[in-house]
């Protein structure tokens, strides 16, 4: 998936940029991994703070996308990393089969019945 010409935009929603992208590039935030998995689409992951590292450790892990720290990130590390998510069909196989899984899951019922057990 190439693109033919270079855009610039100031906005636009995951949900309409990912589905299109061969591999998506991120800091490894919740919300951006989460629309990459609806996506179905492998991840290099960039962790900077908070919880990011945590969740590029489980993107690589499930075997779902690539973590790089961003303190070695030199291009020559960044390219290496993403021509393995490009040549190796094994991440676009893990991401379709989990986003499989996760289009079946209901977290939020689940989560409201383990609260209101507790209380």
Do not use: W
């Amino acid at each position: 998936r190439q693109l033919d010409k270079e855009m610039m935009i100031k906005r636009a929603p995951h949900s309409a940029l990912f589905p299109h992208a061969g591999v998506i590039v991120h800091h490894g935030g919740m919300g951006t991994q989460a629309a990459a998995l609806r996506a179905a689409r492998p991840t290099l992951v960039l962790p900077f703070s908070q919880a990011q590292p945590d969740h590029a450790l489980r993107v690589d892990r499930l075997g779902v996308g690539l973590m790089l720290n961003p303190q070695v990130a030199a291009v020559r590390n960044i390219q290496s990393k993403l021509g393995r998510l490009i040549k190796e069909q094994s991440f676009e196989k893990n991401v379709q089969v989990l986003t499989s899984k996760l289009e079946h899951e209901y977290g939020l019922p689940i989560a409201c019945e383990a609260i209101e057990a507790v209380l």
